[in-house]
């Protein structure tokens, strides 16, 4: 959203050595950076500039690395410090921007009018309301508030975060006739969900520029409208890896995995690189589909793309992909090679091992994970349930359940109750797990009660199982599935009466059975999918819709 000027006078305009131009990957900011070392690293701050612009900006995916080296400058000045700021609020992790900010003010480093919008635009993305105000104070108090290139990002940070009688307020003001400011306000509705009002900002435009054509393509793309986002991708009069990475995203969220990889390759074939959200997108392609060949074609294109320094998020996305593919020993290399890791490089070895049963050794990580007081999360707790489960550790399974709470503040939620349902079930304890239900302080969804049904008809217990299938029919009565484990659970018993009596509630319902049912795995996939799959989906009308967490 935020534009490049071409005509700054600020410590921010820069025209790099023909040197630097050449410096195109991580290995050789790495060999200059080592020569600067030898000659002593702060005595040069003309090569510093260069060496901080060339890793925050310049070179793919290298911003951890500027980060690095920025870390060991001993006064770096304010052209450095908007540099990196600029670069962190571009990259997969915008809140280093404002962490950067904060570092700035305490080192008493006046901010300039390059400085403010950068800052604004990661509290956008980090939808940071109270910061972005915090911010806009700071833009008055210094006066900038004047400034185009500050008042079009004020523009578009208050739309974004719903402000916007203030956003029309600044546009209305002075910059109607700025194309920048169009785009911003027609972002700002976009990303509101209000489409109706950014279409007739974007069909009013005096002028369209490539951030608009990407605002509305985005905007169609993230509401599952991919037929009017194509059409628009189609009509633009130029693209560029945003425009490109909105399509693939939005192919992926409805489910397109396919047309999101022929979108990638299309992408290719006229030129433009990819960068870390196209890479992003494609392993969750790569992992929904469980295609591992792909997968890995698009692992050895991120090497080829990084070089080798993917950062945490890409590392977990492969973790994620590996694991979902099947392939845990890749999956652990991923993990073991990681140079750093967050709670979500352990969610997810630790979940891909349960969700494949490999529940030893998803237990025994997170045992490592407690020694090296690394605090889990619920997603954590998610997969060493579902461990217990898989490895029949009851006793283990409840001392975990209650330290959620006692040690680690988690409230549980469905998933982790669903756990020990699935847990307390598959151990034959079905008394306790009705039990369990009825204790539960939030409502169990059918998932839940379907959980304690498949139990009952494995552990023949057609009472209970009457019960279960009693309240799900009251939240449902649609799915087959719920009719045959009922009817196969009578049948189990030889109670040929009960068989008949749901086959007719099947058909006075107008349920069909869908062919080739697998009970045993369809069940068994159910349920993992619940507990395992947080990414929304989109209906056949076009509305976000996901597995909620509480």
Same mark, same amino acid.
């Given at each position: 959203? =935020?534009?490049?000027?071409?005509?700054?006078?600020?410590?921010?305009?820069?025209?790099?050595?023909?040197?630097?131009?050449?410096?195109?990957?991580?290995?050789?900011?790495?060999?200059?950076?080592?020569?600067?070392? *030898?000659?002593?690293?702060?005595?040069?701050?003309?090569?510093?500039?260069?060496?901080?612009?060339?890793?925050?900006?310049?070179?793919?995916?290298?911003?951890?690395?500027?980060?690095?080296?920025?870390?060991?400058? /001993?006064?770096?000045?304010?052209? $450095?410090?908007?540099? *990196?700021?600029?670069?962190?609020?571009?990259?997969?992790?915008?809140?280093?921007?404002?962490?950067?900010?904060?570092?700035?003010?305490?080192?008493?480093?006046?901010?300039?009018?390059?400085?403010?919008?950068?800052?604004? #635009?990661?509290?956008?993305?980090?939808?940071?309301?109270?910061?972005?105000?915090?911010?806009?104070?700071?833009?008055?108090?210094?006066?900038?508030?004047?400034?185009?290139? *500050?008042?079009?990002?004020?523009?578009?940070?208050?739309?974004?975060?719903?402000?916007?009688?203030?956003?029309?307020?600044?546009?209305?003001?002075?910059?109607?006739?700025?194309?920048?400011?169009?785009?911003?306000?027609? /972002?700002?509705?976009?990303?509101?969900?209000?489409?109706?009002?950014?279409?007739?900002?974007?069909?009013?435009?005096?002028?369209?520029?490539?951030?608009?054509?990407?605002?509305?393509?985005?905007?169609?793309?993230?509401?599952?409208?991919?037929?009017?986002?194509?059409?628009?991708?189609?009509?633009?009069? %130029?693209?560029?890896?945003?425009?490109?990475?909105?399509?693939?995203?939005?192919?992926?969220?409805?489910?397109?995995?396919?047309?999101?990889?022929?979108?990638?390759?299309?992408?290719?074939?006229?030129?433009?690189?990819?960068?870390?959200?196209?890479?992003?997108?494609?392993?969750?392609?790569?992992?929904? &589909?469980?295609?591992?060949?792909?997968?890995?074609?698009?692992?050895?294109?991120?090497?080829?793309?990084?070089?080798?320094?993917?950062?945490?998020?890409?590392?977990?996305?492969? =973790?994620?992909?590996?694991?979902?593919?099947? @392939?845990?020993?890749?999956?652990?290399?991923?993990?073991?090679?990681?140079?750093? #890791?967050? *709670?979500? @490089?352990?969610?997810?070895?630790?979940?891909?091992?349960?969700?494949? !049963?490999?529940?030893?050794?998803?237990?025994?990580?997170?045992?490592? &994970?407690?020694?090296?007081?690394?605090?889990?999360?619920?997603?954590? &707790?998610?997969?060493?349930?579902?461990?217990?489960?898989?490895?029949?550790?009851? %006793?283990?399974?409840?001392?975990?359940?209650?330290? $959620?709470?006692?040690?680690?503040?988690? %409230?549980?939620?469905?998933?982790?109750?669903?756990?020990?349902?699935?847990?307390?079930?598959?151990?034959?304890?079905?008394?306790?797990?009705?039990?369990?239900?009825?204790?539960?302080?939030?409502?169990?969804?059918?998932?839940?009660?379907?959980?304690?049904?498949?139990?009952?008809?494995?552990?023949?217990?057609?009472?209970?199982?009457?019960?279960?299938?009693?309240?799900?029919?009251?939240?449902?009565?649609?799915?087959?599935?719920?009719?045959?484990?009922? @009817?196969?659970?009578?049948?189990? #018993?030889?109670?040929?009466?009960?068989? %008949?009596?749901?086959?007719?509630?099947?058909?006075?319902?107008?349920?069909?059975?869908? /062919?080739?049912?697998?009970?045993?795995? !369809?069940?068994?996939? /159910?349920?993992?999918?619940?507990?395992?799959?947080? #990414?929304?989906?989109? @209906?056949?009308?076009?509305?976000?819709?996901?597995?909620?967490?509480?």
């Amino acid at each position: 959203m =935020i534009r490049k000027r071409t005509n700054d006078r600020s410590s921010n305009r820069h025209q790099r050595s023909s040197l630097w131009r050449n410096c195109t990957d991580l290995h050789a900011l790495k060999q200059i950076q080592a020569s600067l070392v *030898v000659r002593g690293f702060n005595s040069n701050r003309a090569a510093l500039r260069e060496l901080v612009f060339a890793g925050a900006i310049a070179v793919s995916g290298t911003i951890g690395y500027a980060l690095r080296v920025f870390a060991q400058i /001993a006064e770096p000045d304010l052209f $450095m410090w908007n540099t *990196v700021i600029r670069g962190a609020a571009q990259s997969l992790n915008p809140s280093d921007a404002v962490r950067l900010y904060s570092q700035m003010e305490g080192r008493f480093v006046k901010p300039d009018d390059f400085t403010f919008p950068f800052v604004l #635009k990661a509290c956008t993305k980090l939808s940071r309301v109270n910061t972005g105000f915090g911010i806009h104070g700071r833009i008055i108090k210094f006066g900038f508030e004047s400034n185009t290139f *500050v008042r079009n990002t004020l523009i578009y940070f208050h739309a974004n975060c719903g402000a916007l009688g203030i956003a029309r307020y600044y546009f209305e003001g002075s910059a109607k006739r700025d194309v920048v400011a169009w785009s911003a306000l027609t /972002a700002g509705y976009a990303r509101r969900g209000e489409l109706r009002v950014a279409r007739q900002l974007f069909d009013d435009m005096p002028v369209k520029d490539l951030v608009s054509w990407n605002v509305m393509i985005t905007g169609y793309a993230k509401r599952g409208e991919m037929e009017t986002a194509r059409k628009l991708f189609d009509q633009a009069p %130029e693209r560029d890896v945003v425009t490109w990475n909105a399509m693939i995203a939005g192919y992926v969220l409805c489910g397109g995995n396919e047309q999101a990889l022929e979108m990638f390759e299309e992408m290719r074939r006229v030129g433009e690189k990819p960068d870390e959200v196209t890479m992003l997108s494609l392993l969750s392609a790569c992992a929904e &589909m469980g295609d591992l060949e792909v997968g890995q074609k698009m692992h050895r294109s991120l090497l080829e793309l990084c070089l080798g320094d993917l950062g945490v998020l890409l590392e977990n996305a492969l =973790i994620d992909m590996y694991a979902k593919c099947g @392939s845990i020993e890749r999956a652990f290399s991923v993990f073991h090679s990681m140079r750093e #890791k967050d *709670v979500s @490089s352990w969610n997810s070895i630790i979940g891909g091992l349960a969700f494949h !049963g490999h529940a030893e050794n998803s237990i025994n990580l997170f045992r490592e &994970m407690q020694r090296l007081e690394i605090k889990p999360n619920e997603i954590t &707790m998610v997969g060493v349930l579902v461990a217990c489960s898989h490895a029949g550790k009851v %006793e283990e399974g409840r001392q975990y359940f209650n330290m $959620m709470r006692d040690r680690y503040g988690i %409230e549980p939620n469905t998933r982790h109750c669903g756990c020990m349902v699935d847990m307390l079930g598959r151990a034959g304890l079905l008394d306790e797990a009705f039990e369990f239900i009825q204790s539960m302080e939030i409502a169990p969804n059918a998932i839940i009660w379907r959980t304690l049904l498949g139990a009952c008809r494995v552990h023949g217990n057609v009472e209970l199982g009457k019960l279960a299938n009693e309240k799900l029919l009251s939240m449902r009565h649609d799915q087959s599935g719920d009719y045959v484990l009922l @009817s196969n659970l009578y049948a189990l #018993k030889g109670e040929w009466d009960g068989v %008949e009596k749901v086959r007719k509630s099947m058909g006075d319902r107008g349920v069909r059975k869908e /062919a080739g049912y697998s009970l045993t795995e !369809g069940d068994g996939k /159910a349920l993992m999918y619940y507990l395992f799959d947080s #990414k929304p989906r989109l @209906s056949s009308r076009n509305k976000v819709y996901g597995v909620g967490r509480g």
